[in-house]
């Protein structure tokens, strides 16, 4: 084989190699996970900051949301120390002082509007704010917990959002 047959050889097999090798091209930010034979890919868990976290339970209560009410959701803001959201009817805004895996709410309000659905799911999560001291991403789920450890809200995050 010739030295010019050999250097296409070559950079064809590299190109073949390339184009085979597991690395999720659709996801640029998925890690490659081989330690358990064959890979697969972990999505890094998202930031507590500027993710749109949609809550998913009030203590062990599910949050299922009807085609007529609004997502429960929080966002705490990145260059400032506030919450914004909602309750599943009303918009919700507050402070929020994070310390290590400690945080704390103050200042909760929302609008004052009467939905025909949600209410209920308002009225839960809202108060239910005033008794989280600690927070802790696991994957792509917030979980905010009470002094004793009890889980007091569940989100899933969406990054960007």
Known sequence: MSL????RFT???LIFVGACSPQSADRPDAATDTTRGAPTT????????????????VGDREVAVSDTTREPHLTFAADSARVTGSGGCNR???????SG?????AGIGSTKLACPAGMDIETAFLPALERVTRWRISGQHLELTDSS???VARFEGRPGR
């Open 149 to 151: 450890g009890a889980l």
């Open 92 to 98: 919700m805004f507050g402070n929020y002082t994070l």
């Open 4 to 7: 010019g047959h050999l250097a």
């Open 11 to 13: 950079a064809v097999t």
């Open 101 to 105: 895996d400690s945080v704390s709410f």
């Open 42 to 57: 972990v999505t890094p868990s998202p930031p507590l900051t500027g993710t749109y976290w949609r809550l998913v339970a």
